[in-house]
């Protein structure tokens, strides 16, 4: 509370972006986790915005109009707030408190510690065991004939950002998974992502191997070749690096880089071209210029689109997915995937994969296992990419985003086999940003120890709980369990891509269709339920009656 | 017949059909005097029934003896035919090149074509001007239809029954039409009934560079506005351009000349560059390339999406100058048979809600397109696989298709009809039995006796059992005007026509029929509940006189 200088401001105006109609006025109100405008409307209704100070991304003062100081706040969520403040003060004061709320320091001052969704402590602890990464490894069939749920990372100490149990080939030993850790970057060793019961191959995931221009490592080669044996369909394993050529061979420099195919026996190696965190912001950054464009031609916008690069990135995450679960699922070829450090590209690809290749992953639920397993589990580092805390910008990136996006992708293309719809997906991404519970905190290199891991279920709640009791809000209606069991083959074609408009410009609800059909439906499905439970009743209402008058006739007899 | 010489091999067995996104089929390939067919002899797979006039163009090639033609159709569609034989090959590419591209209308397949149906509400007589002036006089007594046109003669392009304003006597109008681009002097187009103010169309006036003016013209447009109450024009072209169709005998109006009006000049393309949009998008779209960059660069450059933005936006201003300004508005660019009637019929769609049912819809293409004279002929000869150079070819009504598509993806509910409807009238456009869109005005259907000789279109489509197929089964009538965005993030790029063949629609057809599913599962079941309380309100009256035990 210390940083709010002024708590209340009246006469503010919010002004409309799109469409351009009369800007409405209204009160500011500041309070410790949240910014709050109250519009006045003549016929006395209210109606609020609430913004998460953790959901701002930026603050800025623009110069003095004649009609007043402007402000503008463009959010992580991709809304896009221009306040005009009558007095210049206010302006000031509101930037300064803001510029402090929506960048905290330390990671107590994150809204998760402070929030408490009336659950009591037995609610707060089962909801943190809900989702098991165990369950679904023995879902995959885990352990069987070749592959093993391994507790040698029970302590974090083999690799500190990975989970404590790592799926691995049952005939590689420890000294070979020891030593393999040792010639990846950051421990982070070559384990199981996915195991594919039908064809018995696996998807893989690590970090780049430290083979500099000319180190090798015998039990790092002796780990693929125990991935690559534990498939007997096939003798040979892909070794998938995500990054584009130039970005892995400079790693080489540095005494990284990437696998020599005469080194590891039956390997195939291939680059796939995702390109790095940097680039990847700075192409979102060109993206919502182009949103936020003040009424932009066609030309304007379709330009712009180009040239931010964005659907050209998620195009080249989305063809590495679709290789990976086309090996696994077609060719029966198991597959071995990393980028640098293995908790971004490789998070992204391998998530991807699973999607394509398992039908479990497009459900409600098992998304949340997806997100629990291949980006919390395996440490993407949500605090940076997201900027929880106010720490290097640089390390800020939309990798998750760019996740999200494909699966949106994925269900333009293919309507009836996801089990929730595009809501769900946006108020995923809205929550990891907002820090509200604790699941997406602190996921940083050095903190994934079980001592922190303890605080936070202590001191925070998981969102998942509260994500599957809305869960009505987020069904897909059309979703299909008879389809359930198909491996999904997307189109790549660029024509085949979309801009997610539900997404970048969420906030400008004139650009979206005035009817929903999926409101429509959600509201029949609703009133199906009802329908069918007033049939159950009326038929056992109709059926006593009826005896009833049976009876009654026999006794006028 | 004349077909027979056209036609050098009637019959090639051990074709191959290649198509994208299905089987391939052998069978034998037999040409007739209209279509292109080729059956299997199986009863499993399907025959290709290939109308000569959807066929844009072929291309031939030979491997060894083997030859291959690719058919490029006006719907868009790209099939390809593997023909054993060089010569039988040859022959049959040539008789496809004859036969498509016939020039007289007279042989065309609609004189040929006998229904397979019983006629049972002739097209023909469902939409005719005297209904439309019935309804209209209903609600205003300002207006009359007049017989000035009988015969064509003062308007080639307009039908010979006109509404005009009711103190404008034919005279003026001939007079005024002599002021006007093709004798098209201004008429009503839709009467807004909320507020009573009026859309009106012409062709541009012949100022030229004198600047010409004419009292009848300026009389019988200022006779729709209210006493103190300013209008619009609507010139859907830039001044620039407006100003140089001034040294070509054409014009707009002067201020002076018309101090009651407000001129707007937006920038809908003339059809000529319409027609190398449509060609730049569809090449674009057939693109196998993966760069996303290409696509992207191509899809602006076709400047397609551009085109669709620019005239929903010009509709929305013509709309929004009746509804909301509660202003009269007159609407024309050069000839008055091509923007000018995207513009009123898009305006009519936002504003009137009958105009978004299937009888409205029909009755709106009839009234604004076919009795308004746009040359369909002409605009429909060739699509976008044409090699030949263009000559009056334009998507002028495909543009206003995929923006009544726009305008039904944002509002699903809105509309009786669904996206099939538009894309069966968009193909009926190219290539039909019916003859409905033959002709390129009512005075050429008149002399080609369309109406006795062969079918219309309505004849068939508003059977019940072809009518299912085009229903929207998120139909909720309302009452409101629709104002669809115009932003360029809510306008796609309309899928069901240009990808149609370049994608399997396996997984959209089964949501689509899943929607459909749930919609015909819940009317059945409350109609079950209904009729259960219904019996159980029955049971209970009959029982009432009975005292419970």
Redesign the interface.
Known sequence: MEHIITPKVEYVKLLNTYPEKKSALGTLYLTATHLIYVEQTNNNARTETWVLHHHILSVEKLPLTASGCPLLIRCKTFQLLHLLFQRERDCQDVFQSLLRLSQPVKEEELYAFLYNPHQNEEDRRQGWEFISVANDFSRMGLSNEYWEISHLNKNYEICSTYPSILGLPKNASVAVVTGSAKFRSRGRLPVLSYYHKDTKAALCRCSQPLSGLTSRCVEDEQMLQAISQANSNCPFIYVVDTRPKLNAMANRAAGKGYENEDNYSNIRFQFQGIENIHIMRNSLQKLLEVCSMKSPSMSDYLTGLENSGWLRHIKSVMDAGVFLAKAVCDERVSVLVHCSDGWDRTAQVCSLACILLDPYYRTIKGLMVLIEKEWISFGHKFSHRCGHLDTDPKEVSPVFTQFLECVWQLSEQFPCVFEFNERYLIEIHNQVYACQYGNFIGKTARTHTHKHTCMLHEKTFSLWPYLLKNQHLYRNPLYRRSLESTVLRPSTLPLHFKFWCGMYNHYDRGMHPKQSVLDQLLSLTQKQVEGERTMTELQRVSGFVEVLSVWRGIRLI | MEFAELIKTPRVDGVVLHRPFMPTVEGTLCLTGHHLILSSRQDNTEELWLLHANIDSIEKRFVGSLGTIIVKCKDLRVIQLDIPGMEECLNIASSIEALSTLDSVSLMYPFFYRPLFEVIEDGWQLFVPEEAFKDLESMTDEWRLSEVNKDFSVCPSYPSLLTVPKDIDDESLCKAASFRHGGRFPVLSYYHKKNGMVMMRAAQPLTGTNGRRCKEDEKLINATLCAGKRGYIIDTRTIAVAQQAKARGGGFEQEANYPQWRRIHKAIERSNVLQESLIKLVE??ND??????????K??AS?W??N??EILTTACLAAQCIDREGASVLVHGTEGTDSTLQVTSLAQIILDPSCRTIRGFEALIEREWLQAGHPFQQRCAQSAYSNGKPRSEAPVFLLFLDCVWQIL??????FQFNENFLIMLFEHTYASQFSTFLGNSVAERVKLLLSQKTVSLWSWVNRPQELERFLNP?YEPNNLV????V???????WEGVF?RW???TK??D??YQ??VH??E??KE??N??NS??R??AQ??T??SP?QT?
């Open positions: 674009s779209c196998q390339s993966h760069s996303m960059d290409r696509w992207l660069s899809l602006e400047n999406q551009s669709v933005k993806r944002q509002f699903p509910c809105s998120l629709i104002w669809p965005s932003a360029p993030q809510s306008l796609q790029l990808l370049n994608r399997s997984c959209l089964e949501a899943e929607m749930i919609i599962y819940n079941l409350q079950k509940v259960l309380r019996q159980l049971l209970e009959e029982d009975l035990p």
